[in-house]
């Protein structure tokens, strides 16, 4: 998430975040909120190419898997990260698409 859009990245060309899975996010780190420590909160993160305008079953648009760009350095021990359908509206705020 941290290098969506970073030049010479291997997403240089997904400029925007997607959070997937922030209210479980939130949920799952809620003593961070509670003790203060909003700036050690780390949602999932997608990058894109576009904030998602929302979902149709004619053109299902889907984030991760294998085809997203990660290098070897880059997947670790991870590798690709699951390929996700995102069916909500998003509002772009400076490059990062929060649900509306």
């Known amino acids: 998430g941290n290098n969506c859009g970073k030049p010479g990245s291997d997403t240089a060309d997904l400029k925007k975040v997607i959070y997937p899975n922030l209210d479980e ?11 203060g420590r909003y700036f050690s909160f780390k949602p999932t993160k997608y990058c894109a190419a576009e904030c998602p305008t929302g979902f149709s079953l004619a053109n299902p648009l889907s984030y991760g898997g294998s085809s997203y760009p990660v290098s070897e350095a880059g997947s670790g021990a991870f590798g690709s990260p699951d390929r996700i359908y995102y069916a909500y509206k998003t509002q772009d705020v400076l490059s990062r698409c929060f649900p509306t």
């Open 25 to 35: 996010d939130i949920i799952d780190q809620y003593d961070l909120f509670l003790t």
